[in-house]
T-cell receptor
Framework: QQQVKQSPQSLIVQKGGISIINCAYE??????FPWYQQFPGKGPALLIA?????SEKKEGRFTISFNKSAKQFSLHIMDSQPGDSATYFC???????FGKGTRLHILP | EAGVAQSPRYKIIEKRQSVAFWCNPI?????LYWYQQILGQGPKLLIQ????????DSQLPKDRFSAERLKGVDSTLKIQPAKLEDSAVYLC???????????????FGPGTRLTVL
């Protein structure tokens, strides 16, 4: 019940395309859902986050869609660029639980 | 502002040896976290400090892992004795700036990559 299930494990997208990463959770006590971006040799960095009372949040090319009834949320990266190639983690709080990550590769 | 500093960046040891990692959080950050990130997985919280007190150490293997945060600033994480399954990246993070979400954003250091042979 404390897990956050993330898919896909890896993703390849053409430059300019839309990258979509999905996460699902069970614990309804989770009340904050951040996404992190991690480059090789670096620690994760907060990208964007959402609360369950909001169905969508957009920041630049990054959008979180949240479906409270389905207990699912997803990250959409519009106009994906080679510089977006990284590992992305969804997470849930209060006691932070991370998904297993998605390795995203954007083809130039 | 300077980020979270960690050292060493890499460490290779034999099993049953001991090892220590050091973390210097962002200045003024009261909360400090240690995470274990096994290859191909997300970070797992090991211990959380608020100033120099432990808030959560429920996932810390206390028979071999220990951590301290003297004076509420720097922190050390120790493993004694190490096992093969301890091979991972050990991440330190700190938080302290209030955000509109009411969850303080965590800033991560670059991590220490530990290999146990």
């Amino acid at each position: 019940q404390q897990q956050v299930k993330q898919s896909p494990q890896s993703l390849i997208v053409q430059k300019g395309g839309i990258s979509i990463i999905n996460c699902a959770y069970e614990n309804t006590a989770f009340d904050y859902f951040p996404w992190y971006q991690q480059f090789p040799g670096k620690g994760p960095a907060l990208l964007i986050a959402i609360r369950p009372d909001v169905s969508e949040k957009k920041e630049g090319r990054f959008t979180i869609s949240f479906n409270k009834s389905a207990k699912q949320f997803s990250l959409h990266i519009m106009d994906s660029q080679p510089g977006d190639s990284a590992t992305y983690f969804c997470a849930a709080r209060p006691k932070i639980i991370f998904g297993k990550g998605t390795r995203l590769h954007i083809l130039p | 502002e300077a980020g979270v500093a960690q050292s060493p960046r890499y460490k290779i040891i034999e099993k049953r040896q001991s090892v220590a990692f050091w973390c210097n959080p962002i200045s003024g950050h009261a909360t400090l976290y240690w995470y274990q990130q096994i290859l191909g997985q997300g970070p797992k919280l090991l211990i959380q400090f608020q100033n120099n007190g432990v808030v959560d150490d429920s996932q810390l293997p206390k028979d071999r892992f220990s951590a301290e945060r003297l004076k509420g600033v720097d922190s050390t994480l120790k493993i004694q004795p190490a096992k093969l399954e301890d091979s991972a990246v050990y991440l330190c993070a700190s938080s302290g700036r209030t955000s509109v979400s009411s969850y303080n954003e965590q800033f991560f250091g670059p991590g220490t990559r530990l290999t146990v042979l």
